[in-house]
Nanobody
Framework: QVQLVESGGGLVQAGGSLRLSCAAS????????MGWFRQAPGKEREFVVA????????LYADSVKGRFTVSREYAKNTVYLQMNSLKPEDTAVYYC??????????????????WGQGTQVTVSS
């Protein structure tokens, strides 16, 4: 079992930036792919980005390409999501997820078997 703890959410004005962190503990040696999803009020959970390990292949949702950047710091078992040029439509609870069964990136919610509790990101217009 992997425990994931997100941090870094908050309130920011449109055009601003935030960096989310996801610290993993537990059976981190089995992690292959890490991902970020988000869920806005009244909407389904939406894929944002995924990154594989050890070769950092990335997959981004079209809605965040060019604005968001994912990275991972192996020594700290931490994944980061740098979010720039934020828009009000980016407002959501952001969840970190881990896929311990595969080595290739995926945008499929069902492929991820561990989830954090989420961190709120609010972008004001």
């Amino acid at each position: 079992q992997v425990q994931l703890v997100e941090s870094g959410g908050g309130l920011v004005q449109a055009g601003g930036s935030l960096r989310l962190s996801c610290a993993a503990s537990g059976r981190t040696f089995s992690n292959r792919v890490m991902g970020w999803f988000r869920q806005a009020p009244g909407k389904e959970r939406e894929f944002v980005v995924a990154i594989s390990w050890p070769v950092p292949v990335t997959l981004y949702a079209d809605s965040v390409k060019g604005r968001f950047t994912v990275s991972r710091e192996y020594a700290k078992n931490t994944v980061y999501l740098q979010m720039n040029s934020l828009k009000p439509e980016d407002t959501a609870v952001y969840y970190c997820a881990a896929d311990s069964r595969r080595m290739s990136v995926s945008s499929n919610f069902a492929d991820f078997d561990s989830w954090g509790q989420g961190t709120q990101v609010t972008v004001s217009s």
